[in-house]
């Protein structure tokens, strides 16, 4: 499946990892879909999704995210974009339950990736260098529809972070149109 470059637009937000938090204690951002997205199919009109091809994301330290994360940062995090959510925006909750989190086995996850800061990694011998991955992502010929009305950017804690950082996403996206059948399944698996 390929996509027309002209109907691609891009989205973007930004989380922040105080050295607040504790380990186990989500921070979570929420971005409004909803003036993209129309999942009720009226008279002959299909309904609307947003697909995301692809997340792009940095850990930075600062705000601006232009600069990398510092060389003494002991923090770790896993985080990621869930569909439909609707955490809001929090700082140092506790989140519960498996559609909370990102991982492979849960079908609200858009994309998942674990952090770790190059203190946290030098700290384990056995593991030499940064051990961040990317294991949860969309794709150009498989895109995750969203047919809710927000995704949440979150990251849950590990570690806590020694200095501040800031998580920068950014969402490749397109308005589809999506035929009775596949908005009913989507509309299934992306109820919390």
Do not use: W
Request: charged share 15%.
């Amino acid at each position: 499946m390929t996509y027309d470059l002209k109907n691609v637009f891009y989205l973007d937000t930004e989380l922040t990892m105080p050295t607040a938090s504790g380990a186990g204690t989500s921070n979570t951002v929420q971005l409004d879909l909803s003036s993209y997205i129309d999942p009720i199919a009226r008279n002959r009109s299909k309904g609307t999704g947003l697909a995301i091809y692809k997340v792009h994301y940095s850990v930075s330290s600062s705000s601006e995210g232009g600069k990398p994360d510092v060389v003494t940062q002991a923090g770790s995090f896993r985080g990621g974009i869930i569909a439909g959510a609707g955490f809001g925006n929090q700082a140092g909750a506790t989140l519960t339950g498996e559609a909370s989190f990102p991982s492979p086995n849960n079908a609200l996850a858009v994309m998942g990736f674990d952090y770790y800061g190059a203190k946290a990694t030098i700290a384990n011998a056995s593991v030499p260098g940064p051990l961040n991955r990317t294991f949860l992502e969309p794709s150009e010929k498989v895109p995750y529809v969203v047919v809710r009305d927000n995704v949440c950017l979150m990251a849950t804690m590990l570690v806590g972070m020694s200095t501040a950082a800031y998580v920068n996403v950014r969402l490749e996206c397109a308005q589809v149109t999506l035929d009775q059948a596949t908005l009913n399944q989507l509309l299934r698996t992306q109820t919390v």
